[in-house]
Nanobody, 127 residues
Framework: QVQLVESGGGSVQAGGSLRLSCEAS????????MAWFRQSPGKRREGVAS????????FYDASVKGRFTISQANAGNTAFLQMNGLNSDDAGTYYC????????????????????WGQGTQVSVSS
C-alpha cells in the first residue's frame, strides 16, 4: 500500500504561481511514476504531468507545457508541481497519483493507470 498526501494549494490571482507537493509513504519503490491530475466540478479527472522516479522522464499535457514543471525528490518519495502563469482554466482540485513505470517511462496520463491517490488540494485562480 502507498499513501499520498498533497499540500500547497491555495488562492492566487491570474498570472500567479503555486507549488504543490506530494509526499508518498508505505511501499514506495524507485522506478514507479508520480503524476498530477486535476478535476473541476462536473468534469472528469484530467492528467497534468507525470515523472518517472527512476529515469526522471517527464510528460506534460499540452495545456500546461511551458508553464508547469514536475520534479521529484527523496528517491521518488516526494513530487512537486511548480505552476506558473496560472489562469482560470487551471482551477480545481489537484490530485497526486502513483502508478507503475515499466520500461522507464510513465503510462499516458489516464487515471486508470494510477492505482494510489491522495486526498487532493484545492487551487483557485481569480481574475
Amino acid at each position: 500500500q502507498v499513501q499520498l498526501v498533497e499540500s500547497g494549494g491555495g488562492s492566487v490571482q491570474a498570472g500567479g504561481s503555486l507549488r504543490l507537493s506530494c509526499e508518498a509513504s508505505g511501499y514506495v519503490y524507485t522506478g514507479g511514476c508520480m503524476a498530477w491530475f486535476r478535476q473541476s466540478p462536473g468534469k472528469r479527472r484530467e492528467g497534468v504531468a507525470s515523472i518517472h522516479t527512476g529515469t526522471n522522464a517527464t510528460f506534460y499535457d499540452a495545456s500546461v507545457k511551458g508553464r508547469f514543471t514536475i520534479s521529484q525528490a527523496n528517491a521518488g518519495n516526494t513530487a512537486f508541481l511548480q505552476m506558473n502563469g496560472l489562469n482560470s482554466d487551471d482551477a480545481g482540485t489537484y490530485y497526486c497519483g502513483r502508478g507503475s513505470g515499466a520500461g522507464g517511462t510513465c503510462p499516458p496520463l489516464d487515471p486508470i493507470d494510477y492505482h494510489y491517490w491522495g486526498q487532493g488540494t484545492q487551487v483557485s485562480v481569480s481574475s
